[in-house]
Nanobody, 121 residues
Framework: QVQLVESGGGLVQSGGSLRLSCAAS????????MAWYRQAPGKQRELVAG???????NYADSVKGRFTISRDNAKNMVYLEMNSLKPEDTAVYYC???????????????WGQGTQVTVSS
């Protein structure tokens, strides 16, 4: 069993900041890339930011310069620091990890349940 649990979402005013965290736990042999996605009402889920095990990052154009993804490999955690938040950042944010489980053919992608981020104008 593998679990990805997000935390840190909430309501913030435009221009404010939030820090999302995601903890991966369970029978994990190793984690490759990790990422944050988001899905706004009526829209498709989109990639916000990704990070490789070695720390190489990539960002959606809409968040470049405002969001920073980081990870702690020792703790199996990934973070998303979000600054200068805008109302259009409002969405459910999901953590995703490509990982190898002990005894399971892989690696495979796993997802968290999501955390709501609401930015008021």
């Amino acid at each position: 069993q593998v679990q990805l649990v997000e935390s840190g979402g909430g309501l913030v005013q435009s221009g404010g900041s939030l820090r999302l965290s995601c903890a991966a736990s369970g029978s994990i042999f190793g984690i490759n890339a990790m990422a944050w996605y988001r899905q706004a009402p009526g829209k498709q889920r989109e990639l916000v930011a990704g990070i490789t095990r070695g720390g190489t990052t990539n960002y959606a154009d809409s968040v470049k310069g405002r969001f920073t993804i980081s990870r702690d490999n020792a703790k199996n955690m990934v973070y998303l620091e979000m600054n200068s938040l805008k109302p259009e950042d409002t969405a459910v944010y999901y953590c995703q990890a490509n990982l190898l489980r002990a005894g399971i053919r892989g690696p495979n992608d796993y997802w968290g349940q999501g955390t709501q981020v609401t930015v008021s104008s």
